[in-house]
């Protein structure tokens, strides 16, 4: 049971490079976040999805994009890469409804320099 | 909004002495949850314990306890007998229907 796959683990951007974070799941969890977390801060949502095909804007959208074609996978891409985003990455799954935790990937370190 | 607050950001405890780790929240929700999250120095996020907003009963598991006081909109963190391996940041999070929300976290560091 794998849980939660991101990758890459580590990656370096140069200021305009573009990349996609990669994230899947197999628990057949319908809901699905990306997370960034800055050194020595809490986690900030990015985009989440409530199924296949449904896509939300969280707290710090700007500089992303989000599918969700299939439940399994939500990549996260980011365009035109600066260095205010330079952060720690992670996704996670859940089932639906507010007492259901979250299950985390191990997470994705960018740096853009 | 959802709004977390966790007011301590660096704390300090003894070896096997307890240590409360503080937490306040502001929703207008009737229904989520609250849930601490445990970040070691290697990155990953380590669920600890979970409480409903409809349970009458703190929460427990093992050496960590969850005081929750829903009135005052607080649920802390209590460890109890600190072990050296207790040492990393601690999150506080809510969830609501959609998704979960987190305090800036505090850094607890047990002294041998």
């Known amino acids: 049971n794998a849980g939660v796959t991101q990758t890459p683990k580590f990656r370096i951007l140069k200021i305009g490079q573009s990349m996609t974070l990669q994230c899947a799941q197999d628990?057949?969890?319908?809901?699905m976040y990306w997370y960034r977390q800055d050194p020595g801060m809490g986690l900030k949502l990015i985009y989440y999805?409530?199924?296949?095909?449904?896509?939300d804007k969280g707290e710090v959208p700007n500089g992303y994009n989000v599918s969700r074609s299939t439940t399994e996978d939500f990549p996260l891409r980011l365009e035109l890469a600066a260095p205010s985003q330079t952060s720690v990455y992670f996704c996670a799954s859940s089932l639906q409804g507010p007492f259901y935790g979250y299950t985390f990937g191990s997470g994705t370190r960018l740096t853009v320099v | 909004a959802q709004k977390i607050t966790q007011t301590q950001p660096g704390m300090f405890v003894q070896e096997k002495e307890a240590v409360t780790l503080d937490c306040t929240y502001d929703t207008s929700d009737q229904s989520y949850g609250l849930f601490w999250y445990k970040q070691p120095s290697s990155g990953e996020m380590i669920f600890l314990i979970y409480q409903g907003s409809y349970d009458e009963q703190n929460a427990t598991e093992g050496r960590y306890s969850l005081n929750f006081q829903k009135a005052r909109k607080s649920a802390n963190l209590v460890i109890s007998a600190s072990q050296l391996g207790d040492s990393a940041m601690y999150f506080c999070?809510?969830?609501?229907?959609?998704?979960?929300?987190f305090g800036a976290g505090t850094r607890l560091t047990v002294k041998p």
């Open positions: 628990m057949n969890h319908n809901y």
């Open positions: 999070a809510m969830r609501n229907n959609n998704d979960m929300r």
């Open positions: 999805s409530v199924g296949a095909g449904i896509t």
